[in-house]
Each structure stands twice: as structure tokens, then as C-alpha cells.
């Protein structure tokens, strides 16, 4: 292959900026979420009209919110009128396309890596390579249909590594993930507008009659690239000084009348593990000057490539969950095999996961042998990233850089809508139990946002796509009750008016099931569904909101006649105390549905967990000891508990991604009735 450069963006120059003394940590101040556009900018031009660029569009198609001026009271995008005039336009797509192959290889890799297993490791090395030599043709390709980008990009990026994949590593999956990146960025430099940023002030330099626009903040890096749009030719034109001041987001931008420039502020990443900590430090290095006729950056501080960009490092950054010891498959199936029954035991995996995931559930991805954890908001971690952990090998897998909305991190339920730049959507107020797994696109679908259904691709290790909801699913703070759980038959999800909608088919619209009867309506924290497989049914327990006791009562709905019906269980006085119904999950050999929770022990007897026993129709306590995944109150607001068919074991993740494992043998567990 030519020279093609596109490894240069990832030279460390950026790493001056943790170079420098470290700033107090803090937290941005909320953003309007009712704006359409948010985190953006705006100038006035000498000509009475208004240009904008930056910020997450909300309601777009991509999220992201690009040139627009303001003519007569009215915004117009100038995207398309400048991309076709752009000669590189072309290159920077085609290279994109070649970027998303390229991700697909890297995720997989990835994955096969942390899966643990040998064999799968050596497969998945040959069936790469195979794919590899369709990327490096589609680069030569790319070579020859546009030479001039070639060469406009050679100056400004390193070769790619061609070097064949032997093995898989953690250095060959760097690598590919590092190839994936510095493609996309090599389509960047190649774009006829700035990518997409928040938070990057524009400041238009009277003399020269340009608009200066530096930096920002992508929410998974920041920037240092300088742009100038000249409003006359309306066209963007990237700048490459010698150097820059180091990427960073929120500073402020001032025209000093002389052709120049002064930059002031801006943060960088915190890299903050803490509850509630701050995510953002000031750079403190001092003001900068731009020439902007002579393209020239002067500053006190430590200068930096042009191109530099900085990502959060540690537990946000995907590589980290490649390092300690090679994930071994052979030996946690062992200490799986050999579990005692009916004992919780911790798995303890060797790199956790950051933030807290709180509020939310756990879902079994059995076509990839993964439990998918998308959890958050309400103080706890509100990015777009979710997690995988590998059942065979006890390791958590962070699919992407860990991205935060800016101001809105922390909040109770305010967190934007739509597609971030990287078309990825943020967290509800807390996801609770309205992702679930589809198994006919073998995808994970996440149903909390109030319009639209966002699909996951665990192969891609990323959101795929979006569709509308029904009506019946879109209602006000609909995050807090869709309640959703996979069954033969598709998703099905429970909505708080009682309404039952199903998906039946890959790529189907959802449908109502036409219940016979009534259901009771789904409530926040106090309500679940799962799937009866013995008798072709779903079960249903709901709690009142609050301290109200739970009244113990179940509903079935029978998949074949639809009749919906209260089963009046008997012991339902015994489980009355249940302080948390969000997991419960069915358990086919034993024929039991289990209770996530604790039940209230008298003083000198041991936990017990509550079951619901379909056969009898009747509440039952099991003798579970082990570790605790439910905490001392018996309510672990934040579990996520699955049924793995493959180990017969349950899962259960807590909100600091700790895991724990159940060996349940009903045999053995001392089953006992239950007081009416």
C-alpha cells in the first residue's frame, strides 16, 4: 500500500495537556433541553445575517447540528450546498464506509480476545484476515479514486500497519481499534465542514472578515483543529499551524480588531472515578493568540500538534479492559462447574467498569454468550456505552469510549434525546427494565425514550438504528414503567396502562396483544414480568408505589388464548414484606420463578429468598446463603439479575458491576410454604 499516513492523529502531541498542574474538577451547569439544538454556537455576521455550527441537533437524524445561517428569522442548513462543493467530500464518505468495515473486525476482535477461548481466538484470526484483505482493497481502491485526497492527507498521517494478525493480543486488538480511529479521523480532516463538536465558540476577526472557530468538545474527545469559514465564498477552510493549543472545550473566543485572536479557558477531561465527581478540570495555561493571516498560534502554555485530540483514559477507555491476564475461558468454567448449590457466590471480575450503572437491569445475550448491562441515570453514569460480560471468562468488555452529556451528568431525568454525534443515545432517568433482548435480530432494543425504539448490534458494539414507537408506548416518563422481557414469540413489553405490545418477527412493527381480561398496569420500581416456558404464558407482579405492602397477587396471560387472569397464589401473606420486585426471572428445571430480593428473616434464622412456585400456585421461601448481591436491606435497586439455559445458573450485577452467580437446586434449597 502507498503511504497513506492515517495513524498520525493518534501521536500523543495532546498529551501536553495532562502535562500540565492539575486543576480543581467540577461539574458543567444544565443545559435548556427544550432548545431543539443544544451545546451549539452562534455569531452575528457583518451582512445581518446569523451563522451557527455545533451542538446536538435533538431531533436530526444524526445528532448532529452543522452550518447553518439565520436569513429573515429563519435557519437554513448550508450541509449540502457546501458539501457539493467540496472536491474532497467524496474521499471523506467513501473513507467512512471503509471505517465502519473496519469497526465491525475491531469489535469482533475485541470480543473474541475477552471471550477467552483459544479456539475461538485462532477461528476468528483466520476468518480477520480473510476480511482484512477486503479492507486493504477497498484503501487501494480508495488510493486511485482520489488521488488528490491522498495527498492532501499524506503530510498529516502515517501508514497503516499491514502487518498480518497472527495472534490476538492485547496490542494487535489496540491495533485494529486504532486503524478504525484514525480512518474516521483521516475522513475529517477530508470533510467540508469541521466535525461534529459542543461547546466550541465562534468569534468572527474583523479584519480578515473570517469566522474563527477552535477546538471542542466531541463528548467521547476533544479537539485542537482550527477552522475558518469565510462567509463571502461560504466555505470552511481547516488550518494546520505548526502548533495549537492543547484540545479542549468551553473556552472563550474574543476578536482583538488586529487581525488576531485571544483564546481564554476551556477544560479538559477529569478522568474522575468518583460518586458524583467532577468530570471536567480547567486547562489554566494562560491565554492564546491566533494570527489568522498568518496562521500562527503564540501562547504561555505547552503547544501541541493541530491534530491532536484527547480521549478519557482508565476505566473510559475501551483498552484498559484488555489488560491483566489473558482472559482464560478453560479455568472460569471450572470454578463454575464446581459451585456449590444454592449459594450466591461472587465472581469478582479483574477490571470494573465506571461509573455506577444504577438503576437498571441485566439482559442475557445467549446467540453471544454475553449479559448486556445499559444502565444509568439519576447520579449515576449517564453515558451511551453498553457493557458486555463475558460468561466464559468472567471479563467486562467497554465497547466504546465512555462519552458524557455535557451539564446533564448526575441528573434525575434530564437527559437530551435524539442521536449523539456518534449516533448513540444517551440514558433515561433511569433505564430500569425498558431495554430487553429481540431475538429474531438477535439485537438488544431499548424503548425508554418517549418517541422512538433504539436497536443495539452487540456484533458492531454499537447502536444500529431507531424506530417509532407505537402510541400506546409513547407516554410521558414512559422510562420509569415500559417493562419489557424475550419470549419465543419476540419482545414483549408491559406498559403502566396494563396494554401488551409484541414484536413477532425480525423487522416486524409492534403489535398489540388483544388481551381477554385485564392486566394491571406496570409501576416504577415495583413491577416485572417473565416468561412461563412449561405453560406457554407470561407471569406478571406488581407492587404499589411506595412503602404499601405487596399484596402477593400474580396475573398470567396464556400466549395461546390471550386470556389475562389474577392467579391468586396461596402464601401471598408471606411475601408481603418483598421490598423490590423488579427481577424475576423463571428458572425452567425447577420449575420456580425466582425473586430477586430478600425476604425479612426473623432474628436468628437465615436469609431466604422468595419463589414463586407455577405448579402449586403458591409462594415459597428458599434457603440461599453465599455472597450477598441484594444488600442489607434485601433491595438492590440496581441488580440485574438473568437465567442462563446454557450453565443453568442465575446472573446477578450490581450497580458498581460486581457480579455474582447461582447455582439453584430446588432439590436441595429447603423449600417451604409461604403464610396466606
Not at 221 to 235: E, G, Q
Request: with cysteine.
Amino acid at each position: 500500500m502507498r503511504a497513506l499516513s492515517l495513524l498520525a492523529l493518534l501521536i500523543p502531541f495532546g498529551l501536553a495537556a495532562q502535562q500540565q498542574p492539575r486543576q480543581k474538577t467540577y461539574r458543567l451547569p444544565a443545559t435548556d433541553l427544550k432548545q431543539p439544538v443544544i451545546w451549539g454556537s452562534e455569531v452575528d455576521l457583518a451582512d445581518g445575517t446569523r451563522l451557527a455550527f455545533g451542538g446536538q441537533d435533538q431531533h436530526g437524524d444524526d445528532g448532529a447540528a452543522r452550518t447553518r445561517l439565520k436569513v429573515d428569522g429563519k435557519w437554513m442548513s448550508l450541509t449540502e450546498e457546501l458539501r457539493k462543493a467540496h472536491p474532497d467530500q467524496a474521499a471523506a464518505n467513501d473513507l467512512r464506509t471503509i471505517a465502519a468495515i473496519m469497526k465491525f473486525h475491531a469489535a469482533a476482535a475485541r470480543s473474541a480476545y475477552l471471550d477467552g477461548d483459544p479456539v475461538h481466538r485462532r477461528e476468528f484470526v483466520k476468518r480477520f484476515e480473510e476480511g482484512l484483505i477486503l479492507v486493504r482493497l477497498d484503501l487501494r481502491l480508495w488510493e486511485k479514486r482520489h488521488e488528490k485526497a491522498v495527498a492532501r492527507a499524506a503530510d498529516r498521517l502515517k501508514k497503516i500497519d499491514d502487518t498480518p494478525i497472527q495472534e490476538l493480543t492485547p496490542k494487535t486488538v489496540a491495533r485494529l481499534a486504532a486503524t478504525e480511529r484514525a480512518l474516521r479521523e483521516a475522513a475529517d480532516l477530508l470533510d467540508a465542514e469541521p466535525s461534529p463538536r459542543a461547546l466550541s465558540p465562534l468569534v468572527v476577526e474583523p479584519k480578515t472578515g473570517l469566522v474563527v472557530l477552535f477546538g471542542g468538545d466531541h463528548l467521547d474527545y476533544l479537539t485542537a483543529d482550527t477552522w475558518v469559514y469565510d462567509p463571502k465564498a461560504k466555505r470552511w477552510t481547516q488550518r494546520f499551524p505548526e502548533a495549537a493549543p492543547p484540545p479542549r472545550a468551553n473556552h472563550a473566543l474574543k476578536a482583538n480588531g488586529d487581525g488576531t485572536v485571544t483564546l481564554t479557558g476551556g477544560y479538559t477531561y477529569s478522568n474522575s472515578t468518583d460518586y458524583l465527581g467532577g468530570q471536567y478540570q480547567d486547562h489554566g495555561d494562560g491565554p492564546w493568540t491566533y494570527d489568522v493571516a498568518a496562521n500562527r498560534w503564540t501562547g504561555t502554555g505547552t503547544a501541541g500538534s493541530p491534530t491532536a485530540r484527547t480521549y478519557r483514559t482508565g476505566p473510559y477507555d475501551p483498552a484498559y479492559f484488555l489488560g491483566g491476564d489473558k482472559p482464560d475461558a478453560a479455568a472460569f468454567q471450572k470454578v463454575l462447574a464446581a459451585l456449590p448449590a444454592n449459594a450466591w457466590r461472587a465472581t469478582k471480575p479483574p477490571l470494573l467498569p465506571q461509573l455506577n450503572r444504577d438503576w437498571g437491569t441485566a439482559i442475557l445475550d445467549p446467540d453471544r454468550d454475553l449479559i448486556l448491562r445499559w444502565s444509568g441515570g439519576h447520579s449515576a453514569h449517564g453515558g451511551t456505552d453498553v457493557l458486555h460480560y463475558h460468561l466464559a471468562s468472567n471479563r467486562w468488555e467497554l465497547p466504546c469510549p465512555v462519552e458524557f452529556p455535557l451539564g446533564q451528568l448526575y441528573a434525575n431525568t434530564d437527559y437530551p434525546d435524539g442521536w449523539n454525534f456518534n449516533r448513540r443515545p444517551w440514558v433515561t432517568g433511569h433505564t430500569y427494565q425498558n431495554y430487553g433482548y429481540e431475538p429474531f435480530s438477535k439485537s438488544m432494543l431499548f424503548l425508554g425514550r418517549h418517541r422512538h425504539a433504539y436497536r443495539y448490534d452487540p456484533d458492531v458494539a454499537d447502536w444500529a438504528d431507531r424506530a417509532e414507537k407505537p402510541a400506546g408506548m409513547v407516554y410521558d416518563s414512559c422510562f420509569y414503567t415500559l417493562t419489557t422481557t424475550t419470549t419465543p414469540h419476540g419482545l414483549v413489553c408491559w406498559t403502566q396502562a396494563g396494554r401488551l405490545f409484541h414484536l413477532p418477527a425480525k423487522d416486524a412493527a409492534w403489535q398489540e396483544v388483544k388481551l381477554d381480561g385485564k392486566l394491571p398496569g406496570a409501576v416504577v420500581d415495583n413491577s416485572t414480568l417473565t416468561w412461563d416456558a412449561k405453560r406457554e404464558r407470561l407471569l406478571f407482579i406488581v407492587k404499589p408505589y411506595g412503602k404499601a405492602p405487596f399484596t402477593g397477587e400474580v396475573w398470567a396471560v396464556d400466549w395461546k388464548t390471550k386470556a389475562a387472569t389474577a392467579l391468586n397464589p396461596k402464601g401471598k401473606a408471606g411475601v408481603a414484606e418483598l421490598p423490590y420486585l423488579c427481577q424475576w426471572r423463571y428458572h425452567p428445571d425447577a420449575d420456580l420463578v425466582v425473586a430477586g430480593a430478600w425476604l425479612d428473616p426473623a432474628p436468628d434464622k437465615p436469609r431466604r429468598m422468595a419463589a414463586y412456585d407455577p405448579a402449586g400456585n403458591r409462594w415459597v421461601s428458599l434457603a440461599v446463603g453465599g455472597d450477598d448481591p441484594f444488600g442489607k436491606t434485601g433491595r438492590n435497586v440496581s441488580l440485574g439479575m438473568a437465567y442462563d439455559p446454557k450453565r443453568k445458573l442465575f446472573w446477578a450485577v450490581d450497580a458498581r458491576s460486581q457480579v455474582f452467580v447461582l447455582r439453584l437446586d430446588a432439590a436441595t434449597a429447603d423449600v417451604g410454604a409461604l403464610a396466606d
